[in-house]
C-alpha cells in the first residue's frame, strides 16, 4: 500500500500553537492511500503523486519499511526500476527524532511505501502532515487509515492466470509467515475466483503440514541398536 499525508500550512495561514502542556501542534493535513495487488503500479502512482508535490516547491519525505530490502536500501524502487532517496525504518515513531524536529515541522509531504509493514501507521497518521501511502495487505492498523483518508485510491493489475482484472495477490510459495517480503518468484496479481481458491487450497495445505509435524513429534525415537 502507497500513502501519502501532506500538511496544508502552504496554502492556509496556521499558527502553530502549544497546550497546557506545551505540545506544539501542527495545522490539518491530509491522507491520501493508494492500494491494490502486486504489480498493479501502486509505487509508481506514489512517486508520481510525491514528484508533483516536489516540484510545486513543497518539502517531500519518502519513508519505507528497513525490513524490504529488495532493489535498494536507501531507495523506495518502482518494479520498472524507478528510484526516489528515502528513509528506511523499523518504525515511523522514531522518524522525527531521527530527522530531527526542526527539520521535521518544514516537511510538508511524508510518502509512505508498503505502509503495512509499520504498526505504529494509526498513530503516525493522526499526528502527520500530508500523508501518501502505498498499501498492499491488511496488516496491522492498516484496515483503520481507511475511515480517516482523505482519498482511497484502488488499483488493478491482469491476473497472471487468466487475464482477468486482478484485485488480489495471492502467494506462490507454501511459506506460512505472515510478512514473507518478495517480488515475481513468491506473489502473482489473481481474479478473485483464483483468489478464494487459493486461499482456500493454502489453508488445506497448512492442515496437512501441521497434522504431519504433529504426528512426526508425537513417534517416539527408536533406540539405537549397538
Not at 502527520?128 to 482519498?151: E, N, Q, Y
Not at 482511497?152 to 491482469?158: D, I, Q
Request: contains cysteine; glycine residues 6%; charged residues 25%.
Amino acid at each position: 500500500m502507497s500513502f501519502c499525508s501532506s500538511s496544508l500550512k502552504n496554502t492556509v495561514s496556521v499558527s502553530n500553537k502549544s497546550d497546557q502542556r506545551g505540545h506544539n501542534h501542527l495545522p490539518p493535513g491530509e491522507i491520501h492511500v493508494i492500494f491494490g495487488p502486486m504489480f498493479a503500479g501502486k509505487t509508481t502512482a506514489l512517486l508520481r503523486r510525491v514528484n508533483f508535490e516536489s516540484k510545486l516547491g513543497r518539502n517531500v519525505v519518502m519513508i519505507k519499511s528497513n525490513k524490504d530490502t529488495r532493489y535498494a536500501v536507501d531507495a523506495v524502487v518502482t518494479h520498472d526500476g524507478t528510484k526516489f532517496p528515502c528513509w528506511s525504518l523499523p518504525d515511523l515513531s522514531s522518524f522525527r527524532h531521527r530527522f530531527g524536529p526542526d527539520a521535521y515541522v518544514k516537511v510538508d509531504v511524508i510518502g509512505i511505501d508498503e505502509a503495512q509493514f509499520f504498526e505504529d501507521l494509526y498513530d503516525f497518521c493522526c499526528n502527520a502532515l500530508l500523508i501518501l501511502m502505498g498499501i498492499l495487505r491488511k496488516f496491522g492498523s492498516v484496515l483503520d487509515i481507511i475511515p480517516i483518508a482523505d482519498t482511497v485510491t484502488k488499483l488493478a493489475e491482469r491476473s497472471e492466470l487468466c487475464g482477468k482484472r486482478a484485485f488480489f495477490t495471492l502467494r506462490k510459495t507454501d511459506e506460512m509467515q505472515k510478512e514473507l517480503i518478495g517480488g515475481a518468484n513468491m506473489y502473482m496479481p489473481v481474479f478473485r475466483q483464483h483468489y478464494v481458491n487459493g486461499k482456500s487450497i493454502m489453508v488445506s495445505l497448512k492442515k496437512v503440514l501441521e497434522s504431519h509435524q504433529m504426528q512426526v513429534e508425537l513417534v517416539p525415537e527408536k533406540p539405537l541398536v549397538a
